[in-house]
């Protein structure tokens, strides 16, 4: 409405300069000031140069909302991160899977007044699995990505092996850990696919016993297509706990040293979930850290609400 308006209020001003102006033409002719091809010839000039600028006007809007996106864009282009996903910086030791929050505070960037996570004390040793429980809001999955390092913690430190998570190369960090999350993502390829993704030159047996220790083969063989059948857009062809079955066999396919599950096994039944963390018995040196709102469904060593 207010652009229309703008543009009713020009047009209107332009005519009323014409009229003013051919008038006042007309009295300079009359005067025999000027010739009237000069008058005639001043007003076109006149004209042109103001249709020009109502031209111009209509889009100026849209100029000053482009340029203000440039800006963010540009501006966030050449921000750097503070966590550098690809920096080649750090030590790319050999990782055992510890993990230790010491004397961790936590704020996320947005709400520095608000901490999340307040004096944290943890030690997980190597191959244990423990549980965190509680209600939402209480700092279980900012646990979560502080072990994946998505952020770094306020105050104190978040160690891996006695290793300080900051002096570590993020991608090796990265590589020894797994995640599965209550909305796994699965993308639109085959079932062998989705399991084997960032898995260099997997073997059909090895994609085949990462679904078994899923609970995920016999569903998958009764398929018509079996693992090649293509999965859909973010899975839209599977049940919730296929999916996140699938995700599990993802997961675990990449032997990883530390194995995070939030809130993992909240859409399967009772024995799909009993069977798919049987895994834990085999792979002895694997930490697994489980996030849920209920006890029952931390099969744990540890627990912490």
Same mark, same amino acid.
């Given at each position: 409405?207010?652009?229309?308006?703008?543009?009713?209020?020009?047009?209107?001003?332009?005519?009323?300069? $014409?009229?003013?102006?051919?008038?006042? %033409?007309?009295?300079?002719? %009359?005067?025999?000031?000027?010739?009237?091809?000069?008058?005639?010839?001043?007003?076109?000039?006149?004209?042109?140069?103001?249709?020009?600028?109502?031209?111009?006007? *209509?889009?100026?809007? @849209?100029?000053?909302?482009?340029?203000?996106?440039? !800006?963010?864009? $540009?501006?966030?282009?050449? #921000?750097?991160?503070?966590?550098?996903?690809?920096?080649?910086?750090?030590?790319?030791?050999?990782?055992?899977?510890?993990?230790?929050?010491?004397?961790?505070?936590?704020?996320?960037?947005? !709400?520095?007044?608000?901490?999340?996570?307040?004096?944290?004390?943890?030690?997980?040793?190597?191959?244990?699995?423990?549980?965190?429980?509680?209600?939402?809001?209480?700092?279980?999955?900012?646990?979560?990505?502080?072990?994946? +390092?998505?952020?770094?913690?306020?105050?104190?430190? &978040?160690?891996? /092996? @006695? @290793?300080?998570?900051? /002096?570590?190369?993020?991608?090796?960090?990265?590589?020894?850990?797994?995640?599965?999350?209550?909305?796994?993502?699965?993308?639109?390829? !085959?079932?062998?696919?989705?399991?084997?993704?960032?898995? #260099?030159?997997?073997?059909?047996?090895?994609?085949?016993?990462?679904? +078994?220790?899923?609970?995920?083969?016999?569903?998958? *063989?009764?398929?018509?297509?079996?693992?090649?059948?293509?999965?859909?857009?973010?899975?839209?062809?599977?049940?919730?706990?296929?999916?996140?079955?699938?995700?599990?066999? +993802?997961?675990?396919?990449?032997?990883?040293?530390?194995?995070?599950?939030?809130?993992?096994? !909240?859409?399967? /039944?009772?024995?799909?979930?009993?069977?798919?963390? &049987?895994?834990?018995?085999?792979?002895?040196?694997?930490?697994?850290?489980?996030?849920?709102?209920?006890?029952?469904?931390?099969?744990?060593? +540890?627990?912490?609400?």
């Amino acid at each position: 409405v207010i652009q229309s308006l703008t543009y009713s209020l020009s047009v209107s001003f332009v005519c009323v300069n $014409f009229s003013i102006a051919y008038l006042y %033409g007309i009295w300079l002719v %009359g005067q025999k000031i000027c010739s009237p091809y000069t008058v005639f010839q001043v007003i076109e000039s006149l004209n042109t140069a103001s249709m020009s600028i109502i031209a111009f006007a *209509t889009y100026f809007p @849209e100029y000053v909302r482009a340029r203000l996106s440039a !800006s963010l864009l $540009f501006q966030m282009l050449n #921000e750097k991160p503070k966590i550098d996903s690809m920096s080649t910086l750090g030590k790319p030791t050999a990782l055992q899977g510890a993990i230790q929050f010491h004397e961790l505070f936590f704020s996320y960037p947005n !709400s520095k007044k608000n901490m999340v996570l307040k004096g944290v004390n943890i030690k997980v040793p190597a191959g244990k699995t423990v549980a965190f429980v509680g209600p939402s809001g209480c700092g279980k999955s900012t646990s979560i990505q502080l072990i994946e +390092r998505f952020y770094d913690p306020s105050i104190g430190k &978040l160690l891996f /092996d @006695e @290793e300080d998570a900051r /002096d570590l190369n993020i991608r090796h960090l990265r590589s020894h850990i797994s995640l599965v999350g209550q909305e796994p993502t699965l993308f639109n390829y !085959s079932i062998r696919d989705n399991i084997a993704y960032g898995i #260099e030159n997997p073997t059909t047996e090895l994609v085949e016993e990462a679904a +078994r220790l899923a609970n995920a083969h016999d569903f998958i *063989t009764k398929l018509p297509q079996g693992y090649d059948t293509v999965v859909g857009e973010k899975g839209g062809m599977l049940s919730g706990g296929q999916k996140q079955r699938i995700a599990i066999a +993802r997961a675990v396919i990449r032997n990883p040293k530390i194995l995070l599950l939030d809130e993992a096994t !909240s859409a399967l /039944d009772t024995e799909s979930e009993k069977v798919c963390l &049987l895994f834990r018995h085999k792979f002895i040196p694997l930490i697994k850290l489980i996030l849920t709102h209920t006890p029952p469904q931390a099969h744990n060593q +540890r627990l912490f609400r």
